[in-house]
Nanobody
Framework: QVQLVESGGGLVQAGDSLKLSCAAS????????TGWFRQAPGKERGFLAA????????DYADSVKGRFTISRDNAKNTMYLQMNSLNPEDTAVYYC???????????????WGKGTLVTVSS
């Protein structure tokens, strides 16, 4: 079993930056690809970014490429999402996820966190 717990969400203003964390636990966590998804009100959950267990491979949705950066610290079993230049359209619940398939997509997720809310005011 793998448990994922997100933190770092909150209320920020447009143009601000925010860094999310995802703490992972479980004996096999380093065998999973991990990533971030988000779900805005009234919309489907969508892929944002993913990272391989080594950290050498990353993947981003076009909508966040250049603004968001995913990273991973296996020594701390923690994954991060640095978000810059936030705008109100980034308001959503952000989920941490883990899966065994690359690229990491919605249909291949084995574990989900409970999510953390990010609200960007204009």
């Amino acid at each position: 079993q793998v448990q994922l717990v997100e933190s770092g969400g909150g209320l920020v203003q447009a143009g601000d930056s925010l860094k999310l964390s995802c703490a992972a636990s479980g004996s096999t966590i380093n065998s999973y690809y991990t990533g971030w998804f988000r779900q805005a009100p009234g919309k489907e959950r969508g892929f944002l970014a993913a990272i391989s267990w080594s950290g050498l491979s990353t993947d981003y949705a076009d909508s966040v490429k250049g603004r968001f950066t995913i990273s991973r610290d296996n020594a701390k079993n923690t994954m991060y999402l640095q978000m810059n230049s936030l705008n109100p359209e980034d308001t959503a619940v952000y989920y941490c996820a883990g899966g065994r398939n690359w690229p990491l997509r919605l249909y291949g997720i084995n574990y989900w966190g409970k999510g953390t809310l990010v609200t960007v005011s204009s």
